[in-house]
């Protein structure tokens, strides 16, 4: 089992919008911490592709960014 806690935050700067995310990913029930590094590093990783697909689209992260500014 994983669990995922996501936290972040967003403002403004000029003209620049700064997003920061900030991941916290708990593998449960992994044959060894290796392993267990290797679950989370692969849910990172497709975390990291959705929230960059969104912002490339222009999806629910790229309103909410243009949402501070």
């Excluded at 920061?20 to 989370?40: L, P, R």
């Amino acid at each position: 089992m994983a669990r995922h806690y996501n936290a972040g935050n967003r403002q403004a700067e000029g003209q620049n919008v700064v997003f920061n995310i900030t991941n916290q990913i708990t593998v449960e029930g992994a044959t060894n911490a290796e392993q267990g590094n290797v679950i989370g590093a692969n849910i990172a990783r497709q975390i990291e592709a959705v929230v960059v697909e969104s912002i490339s689209s222009r999806g629910a992260v790229f309103r909410a960014i243009r949402g501070v500014s």
